[in-house]
């Protein structure tokens, strides 16, 4: 372990959850802020605390900004509830398990995640589909360590090197995304990326985000594992 640095990110690079992610928000939010009918805010790619402080900001609401821990307490009560609907409805996409596989037994790998997903959530995401032991998951940058997910490139590295003192690099961490916000992480974060056409948007706009590396998905094994280690 130590050549590489790899984080994952879940939605719609591992898992397609969107349509139960999505609801677990809108319920966690309304019950957070008692309204039924709030607008809603969008993004791809943002952290939770982003998402939780563009809705608030948008419906007039920030002075409720400090609630965000009981913002995720709520989101947590909500995939307990629907655990059963996240595994019916939700998928891994394919050549994510296989792709977590091959870095778990790579000596030359350590894998973890970066994700925007707020810890707890990030668990309840991978076990609904039996991915938890795959990566790292006591390693990583998530969606409540920082609002901005550039930020949590230096946390996840920082973490990584308390638990087992490996340093890694800008040339050894490689963000693997679907979004211009993971592409944006690298960048200003200090990472490589690999970026991947399994999200809500093409190649092209990846590329153009900054991406070099782009995958049309994470089914040809070999193929990713030469893009993370090149
Ligand atoms: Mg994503």
Redesign the pocket.
């Known amino acids: 372990m130590g050549e590489r640095l790899v984080l994952w ?5 591992l898992v397609d959850v969107e349509s139960v992610g999505g609801s677990v928000f809108s319920a966690a939010f309304t019950a957070f802020s008692g309204l039924d009918d709030y607008v809603p805010s969008r993004g ?2 943002r952290t939770e605390w982003q998402w939780f402080l563009d809705t608030l900001a948008v419906n007039n609401l920030t002075h409720l900004a400090e609630g965000f821990p009981r913002f995720l307490r709520l989101q947590d009560v909500e995939f307990r509830r629907r655990a059963t609907e996240l595994r019916a409805r939700g998928r891994v996409l394919p050549g994510a398990r296989e792709a977590l596989e091959r870095c778990a037994a790579s000596p030359d790998v350590l894998s973890s995640l970066l ?2 997903n707020a810890v707890g959530n990030a668990h309840h995401k991978l076990q609904a589909f039996g991915l938890e032991s795959l990566v790292e998951t006591r390693l990583g940058g998530y969606g409540d360590d920082h609002w901005n997910r550039s930020e949590l490139v230096g946390i996840a590295r920082r973490r990584v090197h308390e638990a087992t003192g490996l340093e890694f690099t800008p040339a050894t961490t490689v963000l693997v ?3 211009p916000n ?1 592409v944006r992480a690298a960048l200003e974060g200090g990472a490589r990326v690999v970026a991947v056409a399994t ?1 809500y948007c093409d190649a092209d706009t990846l590329r153009a985000a900054g991406a070099t590396t782009v995958l049309d998905d994470l089914s040809d094994t070999e193929a990713v594992m030469e893009a993370l280690l090149a």
């Open positions: 990110d879940i939605d719609k690079t791809p790619g994700t925007g995304g679907d979004t993971d999200g």
